[in-house]
């Protein structure tokens, strides 16, 4: 007979970028008295990125004690580029709370997350969290939600579950949409009552790796959930991953999860998140640990496949070496090789040249934060345009499709439909949406959407809200618009003067400011037209010793486009790169010579 914990439950919080989990997570800590003095917001986004991005990029574990029960709590990220650290952090969990925005509603986030939780036929509970806002919509937003479940459900009983109301700032929840005071116990006692208890399936030990960590004296610590039998310290072990057995390995560590810290334990049985210690190598992600005489391996749930690729190369340019320390491409190539064992949507495959890497993941932004991360770290490295990955399908060029929600001012529709038809974007949906705002659905490739962002924002004054997830791929669509405005290109090396961006400011927009450091061939702004511009952005005004009749003009300089990692990723042609060290990003052509250009 199958054994159940009744003691503990399991539960992975999902929902559209920045819908409330972490803040959610926040009170769910201070309530159940777990974190008692806490008084920093978002506890949980401990990544440096994350706290200045404000969303949730790894997903991470905790638990709570309530009345006599452990919860386990895994907090996932929102956003769709992130999604390989959902689809293998739900594993670990028996049921998932679904956080939707009262006032913004079902977003593609939303129906990403739930799709994967629901094909791994995990309980639901619903909430429906900020009904404090202004702008709510309880009834609009529950009714998308009963549509969502009705076009993912798996089966039947996953159209039953509990739907509670609350704002996770305010720290309350219940079951009535009127209340706006209370405490996040209906929410505990839903937990208890809905989300099933963990059952074990067979006797014999069955730890699936879910995630790595590394301690300075304990080594590699691997992360993950026992679904079957126990563990203790100083038990022998083996690791198990498609047809390879490790030799025997002795737990040194086992931790659990209590609030922020990690506490130590002798045991710990089946349904327990526990990170174990004792390895002399890093546990890759998706190895299951078993008993020495019984190598039994927990299936893996299959991670989707990117969908951008970019090229990564050693930083060849005038001014290579002058900010980071690591240069090399055995560094670049050790930093990837590192990144792969956690990041489980990532990809990198070596080129014919051993200074540029390949490397694909599931978006433009899940790219971006691999690249800042690196630079802060001290690399110095060229970036080239993204591109996305074609494949053939039944033998038809297929593309990855985008599924796009946009809410937009009702004056700002105009410009935004045209410039979405031309890049064959298919309206699905459009809505009206309350104090003169718009809500349009669009099913568009993914190499439209390259670029898209900042001239969406123009078009919108700023106003514009823009959501997208990956929807599959559908055969080629033909030929899109890419970016119609040239490059401002430097011909001369040294400091930018004032004199000489006065008269190029007519000419377009301009990226560097006086004082700034160029180089031959390097991009220093956005051509008004549709054509490259070579410019000497260096020039100095010419002095004599007459003195002039009257005054010279004061030069007045509009403000610069600053443009940080993500703008340059949409802004780049094939034929130009982002060069990214410590403290500069800059844009140049590929080729540095303008004669071997043309």
């Known amino acids: 007979m199958n054994k159940t914990r009744s003691e503990v439950r399991n539960i992975a919080i999902i929902a559209h970028v920045d819908h409330g989990k972490t803040t959610l997570v926040d009170q769910l800590l201070r309530q159940s008295g777990t974190l008692k003095d806490q008084t920093t917001d978002r506890v949980m986004d401990s990544n440096a990125l994350e706290r200045e991005r404000g969303i949730t990029i790894l997903a991470k574990n905790t638990g709570v004690r309530y009345q006599d029960y452990n919860i386990n709590i895994v907090d996932t990220p929102g956003h769709s580029d992130f999604g390989g650290e959902v689809e293998r952090t739900l594993q670990m969990v028996e049921g998932f709370l679904l956080l939707v925005d009262a006032a913004e509603g079902v977003l593609p986030g939303t129906r990403f997350v739930l799709q994967k939780a629901l094909q791994l036929n995990l309980k639901p509970i619903v909430l429906i969290n900020k009904i404090d806002r202004k702008d709510a919509d309880i009834d609009r937003t529950q009714e998308q939600i009963h549509d969502l479940f009705l076009d993912l459900a798996q089966d039947e009983s996953q159209l039953e579950f509990p739907v509670l109301y609350g704002a996770a700032r305010s720290g309350f929840v219940g079951t009535d949409p009127e209340a706006r005071s209370g405490d996040m116990t209906p929410l505990f006692d839903a937990i208890i009552k809905h989300i099933p208890a963990p059952t074990e399936k067979n006797d014999s030990l069955q730890f699936l790796c879910i995630n790595q960590e590394h301690s300075d004296f304990l080594g590699p610590i691997a992360v993950g959930r026992i679904f079957s039998g126990g563990l203790t310290v100083g038990q022998q072990v083996i690791c198990c991953k498609d047809d390879t057995v490790s030799k025997p390995i002795k737990i040194t560590k086992i931790f659990k999860y209590l609030g922020l810290h990690k506490v130590e334990a002798q045991s710990a049985e089946f349904g327990d998140i526990v990170a174990l210690a004792g390895f002399d190598a890093p546990v890759s992600i998706g190895t299951t640990i078993c008993q020495v005489d019984k190598p039994l391996p927990y299936p893996y749930v299959k991670i989707d496949e990117p969908t951008v690729t970019i090229y990564m190369a050693v930083n060849d340019s005038p001014f290579a070496g002058q900010d980071g320390k690591l240069l090399t491409s055995r560094q670049i190539k050790e930093r990837l090789e590192k990144e792969l064992k956690v990041n489980v949507a990532l990809r990198v495959e070596l080129t014919?040249?051993?200074?540029?890497?390949?490397?694909?993941?599931?978006?433009?932004?899940?790219?971006?934060?691999?690249?800042?991360?690196?630079?802060?770290?001290?690399?110095?490295?060229?970036?080239?345009?993204?591109?996305?990955?074609?494949?053939?399908?039944?033998?038809?060029?297929?593309?990855?499709?985008?599924?796009?929600?946009?809410?937009?001012?009702?004056?700002?529709?105009?410009?935004?439909?045209?410039?979405?038809?031309?890049?064959?974007?298919?309206?699905?949906?459009?809505?009206?949406?309350?104090?003169?705002?718009?809500?349009?659905?669009?099913?568009?490739?993914?190499?439209?959407?390259?670029?898209?962002?900042?001239?969406?924002?123009?078009?919108?004054?700023?106003?514009?809200?823009?959501?997208?997830?990956?929807?599959?791929?559908?055969?080629?669509?033909?030929?899109?618009?890419?970016?119609?405005?040239?490059?401002?290109?430097?011909?001369?090396?040294?400091?930018?003067?004032?004199?000489a961006l006065d008269n190029l400011q007519q000419r377009g927009i301009l990226f560097v400011e006086p004082g700034d450091k160029v180089y031959n061939n390097m991009i220093i702004g956005e051509c008004s037209r549709d054509t490259d511009l070579e410019v000497n952005p260096c020039k100095e005004k010419k002095l004599t010793n007459m003195r002039a009749s009257g005054t010279d003009e004061a030069i007045r300089l509009a403000p610069v486009r600053k443009m940080d990692l993500e703008m340059c990723m949409e802004w780049i042609r094939p034929d130009e790169l982002i060069e990214v060290t410590p403290n500069h990003i800059r844009l140049r052509k590929k080729i540095l010579k303008a004669g071997q250009r043309k």
Do not use: W
């Open 352 to 499: 014919a040249s051993p200074e540029v890497f390949k490397v694909s993941g599931r978006g433009q932004l899940h790219l971006g934060v691999l690249i800042e991360n690196m630079r802060r770290e001290g690399f110095e490295l060229q970036v080239s345009a993204p591109e996305v990955i074609i494949k053939e399908i039944d033998g038809v060029k297929c593309e990855p499709m985008e599924h796009v929600v946009i809410d937009i001012v009702q004056d700002y529709q105009g410009p935004v439909v045209e410039n979405l038809g031309r890049r064959k974007g298919i309206m699905k949906n459009m809505a009206p949406y309350g104090d003169g705002r718009m809500r349009l659905e669009y099913e568009i490739p993914s190499r439209a959407l390259l670029g898209f962002r900042s001239q969406f924002l123009t078009d919108t004054r700023g106003t514009g809200l823009l959501n997208m997830s990956f929807s599959g791929y559908q055969p080629y669509k033909g030929d899109i618009p890419t970016r119609t405005k040239g490059a401002m290109i430097s011909m001369e090396q040294g400091s930018v003067t004032g004199y």
